[in-house]
T-cell receptor, first 113, second 113 residues
Framework: DQQVKQNSPSLSVQEGRISILNCDYT??????FLWYKKYPAEGPTFLIS?????DKNEDGRFTVFLNKSAKHLSLHIVPSQPGDSAVYFC????????????FGTGTRLQVTL | DADVTQTPRNRITKTGKRIMLECSQT?????MYWYRQDPGLGLQLIYY???????NKGEISDGYSVSRQAQAKFSLSLESAIPNQTALYFC????????????FGPGTRLTVL
């Protein structure tokens, strides 16, 4: 049972425009959400996170929005750059499990010139 | 130098063989993890360790074992490899202060024939 879902396997966006990556979850006991970015032949790298007590967190060009009632979070990248082309994983932490994360299946973002 | 290293980076082996994947870190983190990634799936947790004396099973531990030889070293073993263990394997670490933010190694691509 996939508790963290990324329903779009891929996304293509023009350079300079906004990229919006979506993630849905089913378990209301998740208390922390993270986005990781992965380039080919490299491990995932932490990008941005949000606690379940907040609805928005911003870091430079990256903003994560959390809608707890809809069990939905999204990552906005503005403006998108060619170097943002990568696979993005959404992850969630179950309350009380310290550092165990549940990952989504990933969305491949391609930023075109 | 990379903070989290994995050896080997690529390995081809035969069914029934024993194989060990090694992970070393210089980040000084107490917590270490092993994940596998299959095409179209997210990262799945195999085992995790909060310190040298603490080893825990993850979501998919069957067919795997681990050893935490030191704070900096965490090895994953396949006692008798089978073809459906063909996957990309990642090691990760996290600090106790921010356990949910994990730092990944570059991955080991394992093929079991």
């Amino acid at each position: 049972d996939q508790q963290v879902k990324q329903n779009s396997p891929s996304l293509s966006v023009q350079e300079g425009r906004i990229s919006i990556l979506n993630c849905d979850y089913t378990n209301s006991m998740f208390d922390y959400f993270l986005w990781y970015k992965k380039y080919p032949a490299e491990g995932p790298t932490f990008l941005i996170s949000i606690s379940s007590i907040k609805d928005k967190n911003e870091d430079g060009r990256f903003t994560v929005f959390l809608n707890k009632s809809a069990k939905h979070l999204s990552l906005h990248i503005v403006p998108s750059q060619p170097g943002d082309s990568a696979v993005y994983f959404c992850a969630a932490r179950y309350t009380g499990t310290a550092s165990k994360l549940t990952f989504g299946t990933g969305t491949r973002l391609q930023v075109t010139l | 130098d990379a903070d989290v290293t994995q050896t080997p980076r690529n390995r081809i082996t035969k069914t029934g063989k024993r194989i060990m994947l090694e992970c070393s870190q210089t980040k000084g983190h107490d917590r270490m993890y092993w994940y596998r990634q299959d095409p179209g799936l997210g990262l799945q947790l195999i085992y995790y360790s909060f310190d040298v004396k603490d080893i825990n099973k993850g979501e998919i531990s069957d067919g795997y074992s681990v050893s935490r030889q030191a704070q900096a070293k965490f090895s994953l073993s396949l006692e008798s490899a089978i073809p459906n263990q063909t996957a990309l394997y990642f090691c990760a670490t996290s600090p106790g202060a921010q356990p949910h933010t994990q730092y990944f190694g570059p991955g080991t691509r394992l093929t079991v024939l």
